[in-house]
Each structure stands twice: as C-alpha cells, then as structure tokens.
C-alpha cells in the first residue's frame, strides 16, 4: 500500500465539474484515492458505501486504497466487483447504502482513471454538490494509513439487477430480433451475458471480453471512426439492431438494420411516448443543445418538456424537483424515475427492442419521419483558446437577429427555421456546437459552416 507524499497529493487537479478524474499515477494514484476513501466517509457521515470499477488495470489498486479509506473513516465497504457505472447507482439504493463509488474513467484514454461518487438513493455528487466539500477534506486531512485490514464486503447484485432492467420491458412481447452488440472490451459483456438468458434475441458479439488495455481503440461510440465496426457487422449478418455501449456502459448508441448509426436525439421522443403511455400527463426532462423534435413528440404525446442544463447531476436534480418520469440527453444519457432517478445504458435499447417487436417496424423507419423533419449537425466540437471570450462575441453578432436567446448552458439562439447551441466543454478547451432545422437540410448546411467560418475568424 502507497504512503502520501506531497508531490503525490499536489492540488488534486483530478477534481472535475461532475466527477473525479485524472491521469495514472500523476494526476489520480492510491494516496490520493485513499485520502478520497476518507473524505467521502466524513462527508457523508457515512455507515457503508458501495463501491464498483472498471476493466482498467489501475482500477483494482485504486480500489484498495479507496476502501483503507473508507474503512479508516469508519465505514463499512461493499464491493460489488467489475461492474457498470449503474450497477453502482442500483446496489446504493437496493443495499440502502449511504453513498456509493464507481472507479472509471469510461471514455478515457487507458492510461487514465476516475471516480463517480453518489450520496444516498445515488444522488449525484458534483462540484456544486459536494464534490468540492470533499476536495477540500481530501486535502486537509493529515490521517495516515493503517496496517489495519479493511472492512470489506463482497456482494453479487447482478441478478437483482439484471431483474431490475428488465422490468421496464414486457418480455413477452418481444420478438425473436438478431441484435450486434459491442461492448468495446469494457464491462457490458457480462451483463449482457445474463440478459442474454432471459431474451428471445440473437446476439451476435464484438469486442465482448473486458479487456483494459481496450486492445480494439478506447470504447467512445460517439466518434465517427469508432461506429463502422458495429456498423458494417450489422450489415454483414443482417441484424436488426445494433447497439455499442462506452466503457462503464451508462451511455448506449445505436445502428438500425442498414448499419446507418441512429442519433440519440431522435430516441428521446421515442422512449418518452412508451412511458407517457404509462403515466400520462407527466414531465420529460431534456437538455438544451438540440431541442425542437423533443418538445414537438413530448407534446404530442400529452407531456410536458422541460430543459435543464446538460449533464447528469443538473439533470437529475431537475428530473427530481419536477418528479419527471424521463430524461434525455442526446450524448446518449438516458435516465428514469423508476431507476433511481439515474441514467441506464441498458435500459433504453431494451425499451427501443421492445418498440420495434410491438410496432413490427425496423427502428429505420421508427425514426425517418423525424430524422427529416428536424435534421441536425451532429456535435461539433472545436478546440478554442478562450472559450468564454468566444461565446461572448457569438452572442454580440446573433442574438439581435433571433426570435429568442437562452443561456441556461452556454447560448441558444432559436430563429424562425433554424437554431444552434454553442456551449464550452467542462473538462477541455473546446466549444460545442448542435445545429438543427426545420426539415432544410441545404439550410442546415450553411448554417454549420456560417458559424464554423465566423469560429475561425473570431479565433485569428
């Protein structure tokens, strides 16, 4: 076991807007990792915490300091083993757990790790949350580690969980559908092992044993050249649907039976008319970067949208304060009432399936109507030095030519036919960009490449 040094603890510049994450052993090691064991503990007068980790090789050392540090606190640890991000989110809540921790990085490269951490019924914890009361424990703390064992126990709650996801899905409706499924080496595999039994699909398996060392590129389908290889295996043994998860797998994309990948977008209206059918009347949390098809479905449906700030703690706390039945982010976030107010990455392509077998329609067609209606950019993210001065100066050139101005997260400017969100990342020096029309596609075009032109001549 590690023994803290200063140049090992530093600022602790592994602190993020939303999660703790960092480069190994610089930036995030076991001294640090145990110095959070402990802080996490007196923050949350904690009694047990859960923790959970991913395939990445430094995720089992960090795990041990974590629960010296936990134990040393005076809490009990339960270790629930490789898991995903929302097996952890689940075991806080099915335990009754006081706070919970998953150690990943997700799409990180591999040399670099991380840690969720939850309060009690998995509430997030962020920097305006908490996240920075337990920085500042962290780095305050002068207890040392003990030769003490800690007070670890191990506990299996897949099954439990495994029924849990499958209860948003009636299985009985489900059709026989050839499903690709790419985990992308991280830890999907084994859960979609166990699903496996319980469904009437055929799954045809890429990238499917964890491995941290991601031997076939880190798992991010967000990247266009990481979806041709879901894509083209679609193709190639005519599945029906295709799904690819990222490394914790509380994100999902997805590939209709052309292999053509499917914006998320376009999903959350989908999923959302299923569980308004459920509770009619209720609210659809949604984030504000691309928004028309949303509101448009949402309300159609009898519901009623309401947008938050991007990101999982902003929307989490809004699904809560408006006790929403949904949620959707269009980086492929999905998160449910009946989950713990959490996000899955499991349960939306169930939910998806489940359309597809009830409609007997192919998600191609499930989804053209709107693609055309509403299409968009896609994310375009462009690195930039000053991206607040930027922004700034965005704003002084549109916001006297549009219908309104929105600055919940980074600036929306709608115009009659078209709209765009330009927003800075939390984590990098990048904005982006999400462009949408109304059914113009030519107008999209030259929208996207007006603001990317007046981008680079704004940068000099």
Excluded at 50 to 56: L, P
Excluded at 274 to 294: A, F, M, Y
Aim: glycine share 8%; with cysteine.
């Amino acid at each position: 076991m590690p023994t803290q040094t200063p140049d090992q603890i530093g600022e602790l510049v592994c602190f993020k807007a939303y999660d703790v994450r960092g480069k190994i052993p610089s930036e995030l090691n076991e001294s640090i990792a145990f110095l959070i064991g402990l802080a996490v503990t007196e923050y949350l007068q904690a009694s047990t915490i859960v923790i959970g980790y991913d395939v990445r090789h430094s995720s089992t050392e960090l795990v041990e300091s974590l629960s010296h540090g936990i134990s040393q606190g005076g809490a009990e640890v339960v270790n629930i083993g490789l898991c995903g991000t929302e097996e952890v989110y689940f075991a806080t809540n099915f335990i009754g757990s006081d706070g919970g921790i998953m150690v990943t990085a997700s799409h990180n490269p591999a040399d670099y790790n991380g840690m969720k951490i939850v309060g009690h019924e998995a509430r997030p914890i962020s920097m305006d949350s908490g996240l920075q009361e337990i920085k500042i424990l962290a780095q305050k703390s002068t207890i040392k580690l003990s030769d003490d064992s800690p007070s670890v126990t191990q506990k299996n709650i897949r099954p439990d969980y495994i029924k849990k996801i499958l209860s948003f899905v009636d299985v009985e409706q489900l059709r026989p559908l050839k499903v690709v499924v790419n985990a992308g080496n991280g830890c999907a595999g084994p859960a979609v092992d166990l699903i496996e039994e319980l469904l009437p699909f055929e799954f045809v398996k890429l990238n499917h044993e964890p491995d941290g060392t991601f031997p076939n590129g880190i798992p991010n389908p967000l990247l266009t050249e990481n979806r041709t290889v879901t894509s083209d295996a679609v193709v190639e043994v005519g599945a029906d649907l295709g799904v690819a998860w990222d490394g914790d797998f509380d994100r999902c994309f997805f590939f209709d039976e052309n292999g053509q990948f499917i914006d998320n977008y376009y999903l959350i209206g989908m999923i959302s008319k299923v569980l308004l059918e459920q509770e009619k009347g209720s609210n659809i949390i949604h984030d504000p970067r691309l928004i028309w098809n949303t509101r448009e479905e949402v309300q159609n449906y009898g519901g009623h949208p309401i947008q938050s700030k991007a990101g999982h703690s902003f929307i989490k706390e809004k699904m809560r304060e408006h006790t929403a039945i949904y949620g959707g982010e269009m980086s492929g976030h999905h998160y449910f009432k009946d989950f713990y107010f959490s996000d899955s990455g499991m349960i939306p392509w169930l939910l998806v399936a489940e359309i597809m077998s009830k409609t007997n329609q192919p998600l191609s067609e499930l989804v053209s109507k709107r693609m055309q209606q509403y299409p968009i950019s896609g994310e375009i993210n462009i690195e930039i030095h000053r991206p607040e001065k930027l922004l700034e100066e965005i704003k002084n050139r549109y916001q006297n030519q549009s219908v309104s101005v929105d600055d919940i997260d980074g600036y929306s400017f709608d115009f009659e036919s078209w709209r765009f969100n330009l927003r800075m990342s939390n984590t990098e020096p990048l904005v982006r960009l999400n462009v949408e029309t109304k059914g113009d596609k030519k107008l999209l075009s030259t929208k996207t490449d007006e603001i990317l032109d007046l981008i680079a001549t704004l940068q000099g």
